[in-house]
């Protein structure tokens, strides 16, 4: 059974940079995709930041450019996320997610991040 384990998050001040992980245990296949996501109380779900394995092509939302670092070990199927200059916006449940070749998705449990001003 495949499981995605996040580690990182928590209550953190304004302009902290915590670092999330989140590695894939189990038989996950290869994976096309991974990338990070994050639901605000009364949002919606929204990307944070995407990386495709093939060719390394990175995608940020607008609102993380210049402040938040995806980053992989495909070798070991985990996923980084270094978040600098965090801001009380950034308060969220963040969730990794990895997408396989077959068009599988697989979710982390998601881990709260709080930012106090």
């Known amino acids: 059974q495949v499981q995605l384990v996040e580690s990182g998050g928590g209550l953190l001040q304004a302009g902290g940079s915590p670092r999330h992980c989140c590695a894939a245990?189990?038989?996950?296949?290869?994976?096309?995709?991974m990338g990070w996501y994050r639901q605000a109380p009364g949002k919606q779900r929204e990307s944070v930041a995407t990386i495709v394995n093939d060719g390394g092509s990175i995608n940020y939302a607008d609102f993380v450019k210049c402040r938040f670092t995806i980053s992989r070990n495909y070798a070991n199927n985990t996923v980084y996320l270094q978040m600098n200059s965090l801001k009380p916006e950034d308060t969220a449940v963040y969730y990794c997610?990895?997408?396989?070749?077959?068009?599988?998705?697989?979710w982390g449990q998601g881990t709260q991040v709080t930012v106090s001003s």
């Open positions: 245990s189990g038989s996950i296949g290869n994976i096309r995709r």
């Open positions: 997610n990895f997408l396989t070749f077959w068009s599988r998705t697989y």
